[in-house]
């Protein structure tokens, strides 16, 4: 069964760059077939999806995000990435990477706090 | 960009009562459409997609119906495990923008 684990600083400073990988187990990006996503949960919110990258390397942005956000694969290390930049406190969220699109296998969330 | 508007906000029934959900888009989605169950500090897990499948493994009191704009979501028989926030959300067939519902809060009366 595949897995999902998100990975990466809990607490970045406003106007940088928040970053986090995506660790996937259990099956292979590479293989194709599914498209992998990126979705934020706000604190005691609902969900906001974020975007989607394929193994081949193209994306599809939520245009609400889409001029501060990168999705990037590495398939020799079987893991896909996510960069927000400028960020301000309303990016401080639950940041979920899941398989598919729409999503079936989420990872367990990570929480970014967005302060100085 | 579609609108999914998903009511109610929350809800309180008894154990073994019938609970529904409605989700309505702001246009036309087809069965593009699938919900959701979050409890408290875990990821969403897919319950039903393309408005009417069971994802496997999904105790069979969990239903969904609906094409087009109007959509329901059942659970025929609540019970304590399914105290959770449950959230409807559309994909495009063609890769688009991803949209979930507002969610509802499901707790036991």
């Known amino acids: 069964q595949v897995q999902l684990q998100e990975s990466g600083p809990g607490l970045v400073k406003p106007s940088q760059t928040l970053s986090l990988t995506c660790t996937v187990s259990?099956?292979?990006?590479?293989?194709?077939?599914?498209?992998w996503s990126w979705i934020r949960q706000h604190p005691g919110k609902g969900l906001e999806w974020i975007g989607y990258?394929?193994?081949?390397?193209?994306?599809y942005y939520n245009p609400s995000l889409k001029s501060r956000v990168t999705i990037s694969v590495d398939t020799s290390k079987n893991q896909f990435s996510l960069k927000l930049s400028s960020v301000t406190a309303a990016d401080t969220a639950v940041y979920y990477c899941a398989r598919g699109y729409p999503p079936d296998y989420w990872g367990q969330g990570t929480l970014v706090t967005v302060s100085s | 960009d579609i609108q999914m508007t998903q009511s109610p906000s929350s809800l309180s029934a008894s154990v073994g009562d019938r609970v529904t959900i409605t989700c309505q888009a702001s246009q036309d989605i087809s069965n593009y459409l699938n919900w959701y169950q979050q409890k408290p500090g875990k990821a969403p897990k897919l319950l039903i997609y393309?408005?009417?499948n069971l994802e496997t493994g999904v105790p069979s009191r969990f239903s969904g119906s609906g094409s087009g704009t109007d959509f329901t979501f059942t659970i025929s028989s609540l019970q304590p495990e399914d105290i959770a926030t449950y959230y409807c959300q559309q994909y495009d067939n063609l890769g688009g923008v991803l949209t979930f519902g507002g969610g509802t809060k499901v707790e036991i009366k």
């Open positions: 393309d408005a009417s």
């Open positions: 990258i394929y193994y081949s390397g193209s994306t």
């Open positions: 259990g099956g292979s990006i590479s293989s194709g077939g599914y498209y």
